[in-house]
């Protein structure tokens, strides 16, 4: 059927798209750092909405909704590598607290 991409948290799938895709029950999954990767799975589509970089994919048809789940994953991993190596750098400010440094100043 097909994959929709939309670039930003302001774009949705059009209301053709949530009519026609995205009724009835569905699953909602949550991937990544506090969650910010949902899948939500409908009978015939599944919309991913991954609020770190502000996308959303809606896939429609059951060969193009297999590929959501291998995407939410590969997201998660993404935001897990990214944010760890943001936290590998100590301000000089954060290491200067540290009251166990054997170079710190007493006073």
Same mark, same amino acid.
């Given at each position: 059927?097909?994959?929709?991409?939309?670039?930003?948290? %302001? $774009?949705? *799938?059009?209301?053709?798209?949530?009519? #026609?895709?995205?009724?009835?029950?569905? @699953?909602? +999954? &949550?991937?990544?750092?506090?969650?910010?990767?949902?899948?939500?799975?409908?009978?015939?589509?599944?919309?991913?909405?991954?609020?770190?970089?502000?996308?959303?994919?809606? %896939? $429609?048809? *059951?060969?193009?909704?297999?590929?959501? #789940?291998?995407?939410?994953?590969?997201? @998660?991993? +993404? &935001?897990?590598?990214?944010?760890?190596?943001?936290?590998?750098?100590?301000?000089?400010?954060?290491?200067?607290?540290?009251?166990?440094?054997?170079?710190?100043?007493?006073?």
């Amino acid at each position: 059927m097909g994959v929709f991409r939309y670039t930003d948290k %302001y $774009t949705a *799938p059009t209301r053709e798209q949530r009519e #026609r895709y995205m009724t009835g029950k569905c @699953e909602e +999954h &949550h991937f990544g750092p506090e969650g910010q990767v949902v899948l939500i799975e409908y009978r015939e589509a599944a919309y991913l909405k991954d609020d770190i970089d502000d996308i959303r994919i809606l %896939y $429609t048809g *059951p060969k193009d909704k297999l590929k959501a #789940r291998d995407e939410a994953k590969r997201l @998660e991993g +993404h &935001h897990e590598r990214t944010s760890a190596q943001k936290n590998l750098f100590t301000p000089g400010k954060t290491a200067g607290h540290n009251p166990e440094s054997p170079h710190r100043k007493s006073g």
